[in-house]
């Protein structure tokens, strides 16, 4: 007696994603994505930070699997080479915090408030600040966030 194979139901509902998205000529692409934790959503640093700043640093998170990563850009001999040849390394553009964002469309000076938020509670470093001479800004995601709230030896 052979044993019935189980089909599986892959038709996604209208509030699903398929991962993949329409490029603007017309290709279908991967959709990035963002891998969101339960320790960081319950965290007091997340707690703390305003929406406009939580949304934010979803947006960056969706950059770390980004089509071009910097250390792409750099050579191994030079300067920031050794600070970017890591996966937690990204770019974010004013740009494209625009785009996805419409609150900065009007005042870039709230996303640099922002970022300096993110900064502090310790969800980013700044690698490569950008804002004297014409080049990309550089960030790296940051642990400083979940090491400060677990001084005490707890594990979650």
Sequence with gaps: MSKKKRSRDTHLEKHESAGKRVN??????????ARITVSLLTS???????????????NMKTQRYGSHPPRLDF????????LVNDNSVFYYPRSLARIRMP???QNSGRLYEDIKALEKTGFIDI??????????NIYKF?????????????VI
């Design 127 to 136: 690698i490569v600040h950008s804002k004297s001479v014409q080049s990309k």
């Design 75 to 82: 050579k191994e001999d030079e300067p920031h080479w050794r």
């Design 103 to 105: 609150e900065y469309s």
């Design 24 to 33: 603007s000529r017309g290709f279908y692409v991967n959709d990035p994505y």
């Design 142 to 154: 940051s642990d400083r966030w979940w090491r400060g709230q677990n001084q005490n030896g707890s």
């Design 44 to 58: 007091s640093a997340f707690q703390s930070l305003s929406n406009r700043q939580k949304l934010l640093l979803i």
